[in-house]
């Protein structure tokens, strides 16, 4: 964990991120081969700052920016699987995750949605629904070096990384949600 370091004297990382009208979002990811160059590093690092800028509220304002947590290198239309979260806990610190080649090794059997419904930097549009998601989470990554890590999430974290490794397998979460029923089983799922 970083602690929160005043963002309104940083400069905006330039980050193009693709809409999802992009046929190459729907494209699966390959795997990364280590380590990791430092171009990639260096990518990793302004997708972090990018995401911690985005949830300041005055510089979202000045830059036009929408909040995220997240976002994977197919957004940026690079297939590699990778993607990063920006996690501003309550007491103003950032939770920073860079996850490359990710793999779910478990989960639970509960599943949660997002009550306000999921978002994404690559839909720029009001989308109503729900996305069934496992409520805890176990991952298996590896970082620059090529070191395997696992780490358990539950809760935001947990559908965060379930969104991100989707972007990697081309999917968006608009794919999950049932076009005949948005809200379907939403009765058998706890809400967030």
């Keep these: 964990m970083v602690k929160y370091v005043s963002v309104i004297a940083m400069k905006l990382p330039n980050i193009k991120i693709l809409d999802e009208k992009h046929k190459i979002l729907h494209t699966k990811s390959t795997e990364v081969s280590f380590p990791v160059d430092k171009k990639t590093q260096d990518l990793c690092y302004d997708m972090i700052k990018y995401l911690e800028m985005s949830q300041d509220e005055k510089i979202a304002e000045k830059?036009?920016?929408?909040?995220?947590?997240?976002?994977?290198?197919?957004?940026?239309?690079?297939?590699?699987?990778?993607?990063?979260?920006?996690?501003?806990?309550d007491d103003g610190t950032f939770d920073e995750h860079i996850i490359?080649?990710?793999?779910?090794?478990?989960?639970?059997?509960?599943?949660?949605?997002?009550?306000?419904?999921?978002g994404c930097l690559s839909v720029n549009r009001e989308?109503?629904?729900?996305?069934?998601?496992?409520?805890?989470?176990?991952?298996?990554?590896?970082?620059?070096?090529?070191?395997?890590?696992?780490?358990?999430?539950?809760?935001d974290l947990a559908v965060a990384f379930q969104h991100e490794i989707d972007h990697l397998n081309g999917i968006?979460?608009?794919d999950r949600?049932?076009?005949?029923d948005p809200f379907k089983n939403k009765e058998n799922m706890r809400e967030l």
């Design 177 to 180: 949600i049932d076009k005949k």
């Design 100 to 118: 490359i080649n990710p793999k779910i090794i478990s989960q639970s059997e509960e599943l949660i949605y997002v009550g306000e419904g999921e």
């Design 63 to 89: 830059y036009n920016l929408r909040a995220g947590m997240g976002l994977a290198f197919i957004q940026m239309g690079i297939p590699k699987r990778i993607f990063v979260i920006a996690n501003e806990e």
């Design 127 to 155: 989308v109503e629904g729900i996305v069934p998601r496992c409520a805890r989470i176990t991952l298996e990554y590896y970082d620059f070096e090529g070191h395997k890590k696992t780490i358990r999430a539950r809760e």
């Design 172 to 174: 968006l979460f608009v």
